[in-house]
């Protein structure tokens, strides 16, 4: 079935360690890709988003993402996390033609001082 | 920047009765908005796709006699869940497309409760 899959479900880090949340789809053809945020008891924030263009995506906070096409990738990278940084982390696909927004599992990320 | 207003943020319901949920983009119009449900610690599961002044779509599995969605204006979108029972309890997240930023801007949610 066509999904997106988000490999680590949970993470732990130190603060100022290094971040990656690895995000894949199954989805042929064109799509749109975003990384999504949700910090304990928010709603859902747009952390950065790839339509066309730069594989590799800056978004807020720090964080970037890079789409590699052949892997049917969009990680999610950050150099040196903070405490801060402890949230639900979701990656989510538009497939081509469609406007529906499907999401990963979500990593749920816990940064420790 | 785009802002979705859902309400209320938590409502407790008994069970038989029916509630309704809103969404309101604030500052843009948005010709279709989506409904999700999530799960204490699972990601958000799409139920249906509204679509301004026409029927909403539905994803498979989702009973749309239950979960009654009308989206009669560019900035409102109802979604209202019938006959509640307690498996019903979970949280409904609302988004709106933003169509000049091609982006999607989320609801605050409202955590049914059915006792």
């Known amino acids: 079935a066509q999904s997106v899959s988000q490999h680590n479900h949970h993470v732990i880090l130190s603060e100022a360690a290094s971040l990656e949340l690895g995000c894949n789809y199954s989805y042929g053809g064109t799509v749109n890709l975003f990384w999504y945020v949700q910090y304990p008891g928010q709603h859902l924030q747009l952390l950065l988003k790839?339509?066309?263009?730069?594989?590799l995506v800056k978004g807020i906070k720090g964080f970037e993402a890079e789409f590699i096409k052949s892997k049917f990738s969009f990680n999610l990278r950050k150099p040196s996390v903070q405490w801060s940084d402890t949230a639900e982390y979701f990656c989510?696909?538009?497939?081509?033609?469609?406007?529906?927004?499907?999401f990963g599992a979500g990593t749920r990320l816990a940064v420790h001082p | 920047g785009a802002v979705v207003s859902q309400h209320p943020s938590r409502v407790i319901c008994k069970s038989g009765t029916s509630v309704k949920i809103e969404c309101r983009s604030l500052d843009f119009q948005a010709t279709t908005m989506f409904w999700y449900r999530q799960f204490p610690k699972q990601s958000l599961m799409l139920m249906a796709t509204s679509n301004e002044g026409s029927k909403a779509t539905y994803e498979q599995g989702v009973e749309k006699d239950k979960f009654l969605i009308n989206h009669a204006s560019l900035t409102l979108s109802t979604l209202t869940v019938t006959s509640a029972h307690p498996e019903d309890s979970s949280f409904y997240i609302c988004?709106?497309?933003?169509?000049?930023?091609?982006?999607?801007?989320f609801g605050s949610g409202t955590r049914l409760t059915v006792v």
């Open positions: 790839y339509f066309s263009g730069d594989p």
């Open positions: 989510a696909v538009t497939p081509g033609g469609y406007n529906k927004l499907i």
């Open positions: 988004s709106a497309r933003n169509v000049q930023g091609y982006g999607y801007t």
